[in-house]
């Protein structure tokens, strides 16, 4: 027995014999609920009933906030760690865990951020399989393949396997509690997930965590809590996501179940939370004009009813919750303005803002959170806070006509309000409700899985950051004839061939040869004068090579004589060129 089943046993226990403290029905008392916790077990619970406050969701805003308020105010408390997110899909799996990439959502580097803050780490893991067509039921491969389904072949079903072990390991190597969402926002139509291979998913990758002994990565079974209509999917149809249609009909928990992987495999259970009880009003979140009821967007049931079913479901199944993704979605706390979010109809919701006073924006949002909060503290233990400004991330930009496309966001930093950072400053600061991350951070250097001696694979190595939007810097992916089933792609394209992107290899065995495996482009880059480097702490090794230009898919090794003392950086570069260029990096092997 695990010891995750060995928690849902006992928990289950405790509500049979009537000790689950009930849900207080105003505020929660200063301490821990009263009698035994029911919860008690559960991976990575908080101890003493408080509640986690996590921080997300990109380096960027996470370093901005380490800036402008944790290094400004020393009272400030700390958050008890951070959100970030990666993949697992056939072209860029795990994306972000060794490379830092920018996919316009903001720089994600989870080395840089776990090297600025401690304690808990929560992971989001997306599902959806951008290597096939999406507008099919192919974007589902990932969760079939790790499920292990018969349709997908047995070479794709191990490939995908050992990214999620590589997950697990990189997770456990952190030395954290890490919560791992899993399939994140499960029931959000925009995933088009399909429930019974993500459920089998879910399942095999909860069985990984135990038989490699990670025994603090805690899984995370998470709703999008959306309370809109559902279009009509042509993938997977819409039936499945219609979470508002079942808790308006009553039957909440046949929506539930059908997602559910089981006790035995679900740490804890999630939501999101985005819109607060007052979205409908006039100018407010949910107000938009989106067409007659039933139309696609159109509420169906508030937001808060989704939110209490799924708060009911973990009470009967003795499990804690998350309030997993949380932002004042559609308020803009530095300009003080709010608009409706939904990107269909005219005018448009950025030339629908209007202002609002913070005592506005904390009485219709932040006050209502920490309610909830407090009032569920019997299964809520943790909440996650998105401190991001949208509108400067490419992804959510909503400023001009052709924009928001991904719905209206603004701008939910809590340090472009001082009165709100205040508020939330002095609730943060009980400490009988939440906790605090430390003070002191160690140094994190990811882990290489690299096999053989003197053997480096690009993909666990440092790639100088990739600018989705640009063409620049270096992205690892997938590539079949690569040693280890990876490769990283370095570029110049996006400026002209002007600019100098690698790889670096960090502390590298003692050796006098290195030997690299890469690949350029061949047809119609014949006659580039493109070349690469090799460079040992920084210091060119011999002269420039030319890049081999062979059939996509082949290697070539090019060997260099070098000094390499025990302990050194070991950079591969694309030098700049006429035009723009790329390599294809495989690893290099440092030797006698």
């Given at each position: 027995m695990t010891l995750r089943t060995i928690a849902a046993t006992a928990a289950l226990g405790a509500l049979a014999?009537?000790?689950?403290?009930?849900?207080?029905?105003?505020?929660?008392?200063?301490?821990?609920?009263p009698g035994q916790d029911p919860l008690a077990g559960a991976v990575g619970l908080p101890e003493f009933g408080k509640v986690d406050f996590i921080l997300g969701q990109d380096g960027g805003t996470l370093a901005d906030f380490d800036d402008?308020?944790?290094?400004?105010?020393?009272d400030h408390p700390i958050p008890s760690g951070v959100s970030l997110f990666t993949s697992i899909n056939g072209v860029t799996p795990l994306n972000g865990l060794w490379s830092p990439v920018d996919y316009r959502v903001?720089?994600?580097?989870?080395?840089?951020?776990?090297s600025e803050y401690g304690g808990a780490l929560t992971i989001g893991l997306e599902l959806i399989d951008y290597s096939q067509d999406l507008g099919t039921d192919g974007r589902n491969l990932g969760l079939r393949a790790i499920a292990g389904d018969p349709s997908v072949d047995a070479a794709t079903v191990e490939r995908y396997r050992s990214w999620v072990d590589e997950l697990i390991r990189y997770a456990d190597a952190t030395g954290r509690d890490v919560y791992l969402k899993i399939g994140y926002e499960f029931d959000g139509h925009w995933n088009n997930y399909e429930p019974e291979a993500y459920r089998a998913a879910f399942r095999f990758i909860a069985d990984r965590i135990d038989a490699l002994h990670a025994t603090r990565v805690a899984t995370v079974w998470q709703s999008a809590a959306w309370g809109a209509a559902i279009p009509e999917k042509?993938?997977?149809?819409?039936?499945?996501y219609r979470a508002a249609d079942a808790v308006l009909a009553g039957d909440a928990d046949a929506h539930w179940d059908l997602w559910y992987p089981g006790d035995d495999v679900v740490d804890w259970m999630g939501i999101s939370r985005f819109a607060s009880e007052s979205a409908d009003d006039p100018g407010r979140p949910w107000s938009c004009d989106r067409g007659e009821p039933g139309d696609p967007d159109t509420e169906v049931v508030a937001p808060r009813a989704l939110q209490d079913s799924l708060l009911d479901y973990a009470r009967a199944h003795a499990k804690p919750v998350m309030v997993a993704e949380s932002a004042p979605q559609g308020y803009d706390l530095g300009e003080?303005?709010?608009?409706?979010?939904?990107a269909v109809g005219a005018p448009a919701p950025w030339?629908?803002?209007?202002?609002?006073?913070?005592?506005?924006?904390w009485d219709e949002w932040f006050a209502p959170l920490f309610d909830f909060v407090r009032e569920n503290r019997d299964v809520v233990r943790s909440i996650t806070y998105i401190n991001t400004d949208w509108d400067s991330q490419g992804v959510w930009s909503c400023t001009g006509p052709g924009a928001c496309s991904a719905g209206y966001w603004g701008d939910t930093r809590l340090q472009a309000d001082p009165e709100i950072l205040a508020r939330v400053k002095a609730e943060l600061s009980d400490g009988t409700v939440w906790t605090t991350g430390p003070d002191r951070v160690r140094e994190f250097a990811a882990p290489d899985f690299s096999a053989g001696k003197g053997v480096y694979e690009a993909e666990y190595a440092e790639a100088s950051t990739w600018l989705d939007c640009c063409g620049l810097g270096g992205l690892p992916q997938t590539a079949a004839t690569a040693s280890n089933g990876r490769e990283v792609m370095v570029m110049n394209f996006g400026d002209g061939g002007a600019g100098t992107y690698g790889v670096t290899f960090q502390g590298v065995r003692p050796g006098a040869r290195i030997d690299v495996r890469l690949n350029s482009l061949k047809d119609g880059f014949e006659d580039s004068d493109a070349t690469f480097s090799v460079l040992v702490d920084g210091v060119r090794v011999g002269d420039p090579r030319l890049v081999p230009k062979l059939p996509f898919g082949e290697y070539a090794t090019v060997s260099f004589s070098a000094d390499v003392p025990a302990g050194a950086d070991v950079t591969v570069q694309l030098d700049p060129n006429t035009g723009g260029n790329l390599i294809w990096l495989d690893r290099i092997v440092v030797g006698r």
């Open positions: 014999l009537g000790l689950t403290a009930a849900a207080p029905a105003a505020a929660a008392p200063p301490g821990p609920p402008a308020v944790l290094h400004a105010d020393a903001g720089r994600t580097d989870f080395e840089e951020v776990l042509a993938v997977v149809g819409a039936d499945a003080h303005t709010v608009s409706c979010i939904f030339e629908q803002r209007t202002d609002v006073t913070t005592d506005e924006i």
